[in-house]
């Protein structure tokens, strides 16, 4: 049994690997205001006192409305803080994730982040490829590709990553312009992207899982559950200890709205997993 190393070198900088996702600190289906602002800033606040130093956001959570409560909470940023966005896609009048992946588009995305972040360049802009919503679907991305390198020159993004992508996408990708991360859904039940999270670690690139604890769709399993009971667990602190086993460039962001499930996701490290228990989590996703 060995403890996962809890730190990774990401866009020039060494971060925690746990991190957070501020998608759900906007209103319900991510759009609109949340219910109560007061506590989506003490979240933020509380996730950065708590040692998070990576939170991963987009304009297009809301719209607006995520990255405005970030910059009221946390602007002037600590030094030591690497906001992660998105663009590639925009909400329509009834909340509906349209796809925005036009030069156009894009550029205009990279200034909405920028002032409603309050930033004068981005650290790291993900590419959202739109694909078949929350799997990839092979296709070129250059072009798309091309503009974040033309915004990078600019000096308006600092590195970029990519969303929702193939092996083959980043490959094409990393011809135009260093790739720093790749975000897709993966979690202990939906490991479609296993060789890809193998191919990225051996290339020195950290692999972000969206919905780490299943998103909209939250993980249910009762192998998982008798096992988070066992080692006194919650079943959710078990599927983050189990990505930080998986491989060292998994890079966790959580989301949650609760002060409580957000204290209750950072003790995620504190379990050192035995090679029982992680066979055991292994064979879950066959359940």
């Known amino acids: 049994m060995s403890a996962p190393t809890l730190t990774y070198p990401f866009a020039g900088r060494t971060v925690n690997r746990m991190g957070y996702g501020a998608m759900q600190l906007a209103g319900p289906g991510v759009f609109g205001p949340p219910k109560d602002r ?50 590639g896609a925009v909400r329509g009048d009834d909340g509906a994730w349209l796809a925005a992946q036009e030069p156009d588009d894009l550029r205009r995305a990279v200034h909405d982040n920028l002032r409603n972040l309050g930033l004068d360049a981005l650290e790291v802009v993900n590419l959202r490829v739109m694909g078949n919503i929350h799997e990839p679907a092979e296709g070129s991305i250059a072009r ?78 009762s192998g998982l559950s008798a096992l988070a009971a066992r080692v006194q667990a919650t079943p959710m602190q078990l599927a ?28 995620a490290p504190a379990w050192a997993l035995s090679d029982d228990v992680l066979a055991e989590l292994n064979a879950i996703a066959g359940e």
């Open 240 to 267: 983050l200890a189990w990505l930080l086993h998986r491989s060292p460039n998994l890079l966790l962001i959580p989301g949650t709205s609760s002060m409580a499930h957000l204290r209750e996701n950072m003790q």
């Open 38 to 87: 007061d506590a989506a800033l003490a979240v933020l606040r509380e996730a950065v006192a708590l040692g998070v130093d990576h939170i991963d956001t987009s304009d297009f959570y809301g719209p607006h409305v995520t990255n405005q409560i970030i910059r009221e909470a946390l602007h002037p940023y600590p030094d030591d803080l690497l906001i992660v966005t998105k663009v």
């Open 144 to 221: 798309q590709v091309e503009t974040l390198a033309r915004l990078q020159q600019e000096g308006l993004v600092r590195h970029v990553g990519l969303s929702n992508v193939t092996s083959a996408q980043v490959a094409e990708a990393q011809r135009i312009t260093p790739i720093v991360c790749v975000q897709n859904q993966y979690n202990l039940v939906q490991r479609a992207d296993d060789a890809l999270v193998d191919e990225l670690a051996g290339k020195s690139i950290a692999f972000v899982p969206f919905f780490p604890l299943g998103g909209f769709s939250p993980i249910q399993s």
